[in-house]
């Protein structure tokens, strides 16, 4: 079974450039999250799709990040205008289900910002 | 304090010995915990969740739960150097039904 697919896997941009990111998760899985782990920090939620339908943007800078999933599958993540803080690895997960409880979420290979 | 706190580290524990790996917590009502487990470079990936206060046990892994002094730890037994990684911990928020991940700890196993 082919795992969570993310591409680029790398970026370099200056800043106020803007970004995108994509993200092909696992056939089948419903639930879709997108995550920034900053150097030396835990994976912070930004959003959680449940199929095309948005669960959880409380912590997704919105005046600059935007995120969609059309269709339930995969889900582009943009940021525009980028900015020095924003340079971290952005990891994309997906889930059989939304019980965070219980679902397993599976993690992408992660796409490495940075911003110069 | 911090919604869930570990240490930084590096830890570091030789060849054949007894990794454990603390971490403490905010919400005292927060029912659902997890240990990931990130190599360098690499996305983290689970390897133990635990629901209920005790002992859970997963080959060299053991995972333990106090609800009441609101930490989980991470015990690995007979650590290879195979195990040096970053250990993220996290907790299913009582209060939003969000998980928050601690900063991680990272083990460094001596050969």
């Known amino acids: 079974e082919a795992g969570v697919a993310q591409s680029p896997r790398y970026k370099i941009i200056e800043k106020r450039q803007s970004v995108a990111f994509w993200c092909n998760p696992i056939?089948?899985?419903?639930?879709l999250y997108w995550y920034q782990q900053i150097l030396g920090q835990g994976p912070k939620l930004l959003i959680q799709?449940?199929?095309?339908?948005?669960?959880?943007d409380s912590q997704l800078p919105k005046d600059r990040f935007s995120a969609e999933r059309l269709k339930g599958v995969d889900s582009t993540l943009k940021i525009q205008p980028a900015k020095l803080e924003d340079s971290a690895v952005y990891l994309c997960?997906?889930?059989?289900?939304?019980?965070?409880?219980?679902?397993?979420?599976?993690f992408g290979p992660g796409t490495r910002l940075t911003v110069l | 304090q911090k919604e869930v706190e570990q240490n930084s580290g590096p830890l570091s524990v030789p060849e054949g010995a007894i990794a454990s790996l603390n971490c403490t917590y905010s919400?005292?009502?927060?029912?659902?915990f997890f240990w990931y487990r990130q190599y360098s470079g690499k996305s983290p990936e689970l390897i133990m969740s635990?629901?209920?206060?005790g002992d859970k046990e997963d080959g060299r892994f053991t995972a333990q739960l106090n609800k009441a002094s609101q930490y989980v730890s991470l015990l690995i037994r007979d650590s290879q150097p195979s195990d040096s990684a970053t250990y993220l911990c996290?907790?299913?928020?009582?209060?939003?039904?969000?998980?928050?991940f601690g900063k991680g700890t990272r083990l460094h196993i001596l050969p």
């Open positions: 799709f449940q199929n095309n339908g948005v669960v959880d």
């Open positions: 056939s089948g899985h419903a639930t």
């Open positions: 997960a997906s889930s059989l289900g939304a019980r965070i409880n219980t679902d397993t979420q599976y």
């Open positions: 919400d005292r009502g927060s029912q659902s």
């Open positions: 996290a907790v299913n928020m009582n209060r939003d039904d969000k998980i928050i």
């Open positions: 635990i629901y209920s206060n």
